[in-house]
């Protein structure tokens, strides 16, 4: 389950990685991202949800972002943070089949693998922040 789980999470950062470059909003063009990438439905299935999550809340998980990134806006974040993220703000605040810490530890992985020297720590600062707020706990001073 873990590795099914994973290769949706990795398959749904590559298609909001894509909408984030190329403002590209259209599900079906995202879709054909997910389906050319993962032969196996159920983690198929969880990227498409996953996906299809972030763009339904687009706008409200940017506001969460943009409020817990200090001095960084969604807009001058690297597209591939940007991705993580979108992904797992939405796991931490709208998926029940994710528990946050999960969610704060595979985006971690995913920005060490696929992002900058610095994009773990960022990814880790922002989400531990959004957390906090989430669980009505008052964010750390030294997170980003």
Do not use: C, H
């Not at 032969?39 to 706008?59: F, M, N, S």
């Amino acid at each position: 389950m873990a590795g099914r789980r994973r290769k949706g999470r990795e398959v749904a950062l590559k298609a909001l990685y894509q909408a984030a470059v190329a403002v590209e909003r259209d599900f079906g063009v995202l879709e054909e991202t997910i389906r050319s990438e993962i032969d196996d439905p159920k983690a198929r299935a969880q990227a498409r949800e996953a996906v299809r999550g972030v763009l339904e809340r687009l706008d409200e998980i940017d506001a969460r972002l943009r409020a817990a990134a200090t001095n960084w806006s969604p807009e001058r974040m690297a597209a591939v943070d940007l991705a993580i993220l979108r992904l797992a703000a939405w796991e931490i605040l709208f998926s029940d089949d994710v528990p946050p810490k999960v969610a704060i530890s595979e985006a971690v992985d995913l920005a060490g693998e696929y992002g900058t020297r610095d994009s773990g720590a960022f990814v880790n600062g922002v989400l531990d922040r959004i957390l906090r707020e989430q669980e009505g706990r008052a964010p750390r001073k030294d997170a980003e």
